[in-house]
């Protein structure tokens, strides 16, 4: 009787740890899979916002004073006003997904697209160039910077007239 009560429990046992090993098994498989999956679909969505943010720009550029406000999530990475290059990015460091090839510029509309090949992981920037003067808060002598917050940016975007043979499209922040 105690040796078939023994043999129970080691059963048991055994069977458990089976188990746990089969779980950390298929959670090693998975787990890189499921962070590229999240980190693609965070440059996707970030695509989109920027052609959103595009979009308002050209809204505005018909006349002098037009202003269009836009919100802008980002929960990861960061988005840079560009003033010195006259530009918008965002830059993705850390990323688990290799999205082009790295070194090589994609152009998906008018965003372009670059992948740096890090010791394990990428860096993925998205760029969106301008003809125009950006500013950001009437500055054009700087690049700001805005991190992840668990609250969308509030940005509001005014075309300034022209300044020399460029229209000047400032960009604030705003609450």
Same mark, same amino acid.
């Given at each position: 009787?105690?040796?078939?009560?023994?043999?129970?429990?080691?059963?048991?046992?055994?069977? =458990?740890?089976?188990?746990?090993?089969?779980?950390?098994?298929? $959670?090693?498989? $998975?787990?890189?899979?499921?962070?590229?999956?999240?980190?693609?679909?965070?440059?996707?969505?970030?695509?989109?916002?920027?052609?959103?943010? +595009?979009?308002?720009?050209?809204?505005?550029?018909?006349?002098?004073?037009?202003?269009?406000?836009?919100?802008?999530?980002? /929960?990861?990475?960061?988005?840079?006003? +560009?003033?010195?290059?006259?530009?918008?990015?965002?830059?993705?460091?850390?990323?688990?997904?290799?999205?082009?090839?790295?070194?090589? #510029?994609?152009?998906?509309?008018?965003? *372009?697209? =670059?992948?740096?090949?890090?010791?394990?992981?990428?860096?993925?920037?998205? #760029?969106?160039?301008?003809?125009? *003067?950006?500013?950001?808060?009437?500055? /054009?002598? #700087?690049?700001?910077?805005?991190?992840?917050?668990?609250?969308?940016?509030?940005?509001?975007?005014? *075309?300034?007239?022209?300044?020399?043979?460029?229209?000047?499209? /400032?960009? =604030?922040?705003? #609450?």
């Amino acid at each position: 009787m105690i040796n078939r009560r023994g043999q129970i429990w080691v059963e048991t046992v055994i069977y =458990t740890l089976i188990g746990l090993a089969l779980i950390g098994l298929v $959670l090693a498989i $998975l787990t890189p899979q499921i962070k590229e999956f999240r980190d693609r679909s965070v440059i996707e969505q970030t695509i989109e916002s920027l052609n959103t943010f +595009d979009s308002k720009i050209i809204e505005i550029l018909d006349a002098p004073g037009n202003k269009r406000k836009i919100t802008f999530r980002l /929960d990861k990475g960061e988005i840079i006003v +560009d003033s010195l290059n006259d530009q918008l990015k965002y830059v993705l460091d850390e990323s688990n997904v290799r999205y082009s090839e790295p070194g090589v #510029s994609l152009s998906l509309g008018r965003i *372009n697209v =670059t992948t740096e090949e890090l010791t394990e992981k990428y860096k993925i920037t998205l #760029s969106l160039p301008y003809v125009y *003067n950006i500013t950001y808060d009437g500055s /054009d002598r #700087s690049s700001e910077v805005f991190s992840p917050v668990s609250i969308p940016y509030e940005f509001f975007v005014e *075309n300034r007239g022209k300044v020399g043979n460029k229209i000047w499209i /400032d960009i =604030t922040e705003g #609450s």
